[in-house]
């Protein structure tokens, strides 16, 4: 090893390389078998919020971390967001943005009943994954000279991403006994979910930062990441037209 | 404070022109060739089909009358046919048949649902081709925010026959279940006073 004394990062020699690749293709793996889905519910969930009543704070949990974790949308933007993200504090700054972002029109969006089309508001959503891999690739200093301000970007894409939630949630007609208790379980939830993916990403990309060609790396990867973004708006766009 | 990616070595306007170009076509391709033909049957290109993708969303298909009654002619009960079956009291609009194909994909469930008023009835008969389905022929009333539904019928069958009429107005059918990791072909064919809403 040795270490570059203008980025205080160090390069990893041959021998460490193919373990840490090894390592980011393995959690790639299971972040793949995790099966995301777009819209989808699935059969028990649905069979569950169909029949029930009452305060399930129990369950509610566990379906906000799951659908926080098997949301691909939500996770491809988080991916952006922290990929250059490189100090603790920065880390915090804007996953708490994001964070209050989501929550406060998941709370808003089911609470005041909003009837958001979900087709349009996960456009949005992949729209806001397309804007970071750009973002990340300077993008936006190279062709307007400016970059917007990207904690204000990742307040307000945010809020989309929490409407995005609510439609998932509203869809099932929650009845309105328990329905506070049950929506703050299914917030808190989200946000466990949304730390252990954060867990994943990070450990995943400081193996990548440590990687000689990361610059390249970087340059494919937000090229991806803005790709995917383009097949969710895409995608979303195309549902909206047919079935909305 | 912005982490700037210019914290890193800035790539010039060429390679930024030519990674979001690179990324709309394999953006294009991907959805034109795979997602929307398997997602929605949209298939501009011809190719999803080619690639067998637009059997996932072919949830409904006219099927020609003789087809069914081929399929009849291997199931074990004789169906009756839909003449046999009484004639439900027409009461303001004209009766509909429809003759449908609806596939249930291995391992998952799907819902075919048809608007129907208050007291409209349906005659139905459906035939799978395959192992037995879960099923629940249910039905949900319009405008309700509540989750609830009523099931008329909850079993597990290759063939059933039967009619209702709809206790409320709403989205009454069925929800079919395919265990089996086979796909599953559901042949479906109702007779009375409904709208289709088709696959939810």
């Known amino acids: 090893m040795h270490i570059d004394s203008e980025r205080h990062c160090r390069h990893l020699d041959d021998r460490h390389r193919h373990w840490a690749i090894a390592l980011v293709t393995g959690l790639l793996c299971l972040a793949v078998g995790l099966e995301g889905h777009a819209h989808g519910v699935d059969d028990n969930t649905r069979a569950f919020l169909e029949g029930s009543t009452g305060v399930h704070v129990g369950p509610f949990l566990y379906i906000g971390a799951r659908h926080m974790l098997t949301g691909y949308d939500h996770l491809l933007f988080l991916v952006g967001v922290l990929f250059f993200l490189y100090r603790a504090r920065d880390v915090f700054l804007y996953v708490t943005l994001f964070t209050v972002g989501h929550s406060l029109t998941l709370l808003f969006g089911v609470l005041a009943n909003i009837g958001a089309n979900a087709w349009l508001i996960d456009a949005i959503i992949g729209l806001s994954v397309v804007y970071k891999g750009f973002d990340n690739l300077g993008g936006f200093q190279r062709l307007f000279g400016r970059q917007p301000d990207t904690r204000l970007a990742v307040l307000i894409f945010g809020l989309f991403h929490g409407f995005g939630l609510a439609t998932r949630l509203q869809a099932f007609g929650l009845p309105e006994e328990g329905l506070l208790s049950n929506l703050i379980a299914f917030n808190v939830g989200v946000e466990l979910g949304q730390l252990a993916a954060l867990t994943i990403i990070l450990l995943a990309l400081n193996v990548l930062r440590l990687l000689p060609s990361f610059q390249r790396i970087a340059v494919v990867t937000n090229t991806l990441l803005m790709s995917a973004g383009m097949m969710l708006v895409g995608y979303q766009l195309t549902g909206f037209f047919n079935f909305a | ?200």
Request: net charge negative; charged share 20%.
């Open chain 2, 1 to 200: 404070m912005n982490a700037s990616p210019q914290d890193n070595q800035p790539i010039g306007i060429g390679t930024l022109m030519k990674a979001a170009l690179i990324a709309a076509v394999i953006a294009a391709a991907t959805l034109l060739v795979v997602i929307l033909p398997a997602e929605f049957n949209v298939d501009p290109t011809g190719l999803g089909k080619k690639l067998g993708l637009t059997v996932l969303a072919e949830g409904k298909t006219k099927v020609p009358a003789d087809a069914l009654a081929q399929t009849n002619q291997t199931a074990s009960p004789e169906p009756v046919s839909m003449s046999d079956v009484p004639d439900p009291i027409d009461e303001a609009g004209a009766k509909t048949s429809e003759l449908i194909e609806v596939i249930v994909p291995g391992g998952s469930g799907i819902e075919y649902k048809f608007q129907m008023e208050q007291y409209a009835q349906m005659t139905y008969q459906w035939i799978t081709d395959g192992a037995p389905l879960e099923f629940d022929l249910h039905g949900e009333p319009a405008g309700d925010t509540t989750g609830y539904f009523e099931s008329y019928v909850v079993a597990s069958a290759t063939t059933v026959r039967g009619s209702f009429t709809a206790p409320f107005d709403g989205s009454h059918g069925w929800y079919w279940k395919n265990t089996s990791d086979q796909e599953a072909t559901v042949t479906l064919e109702v007779e009375g006073r409904f709208e289709v809403i088709g696959l939810k």
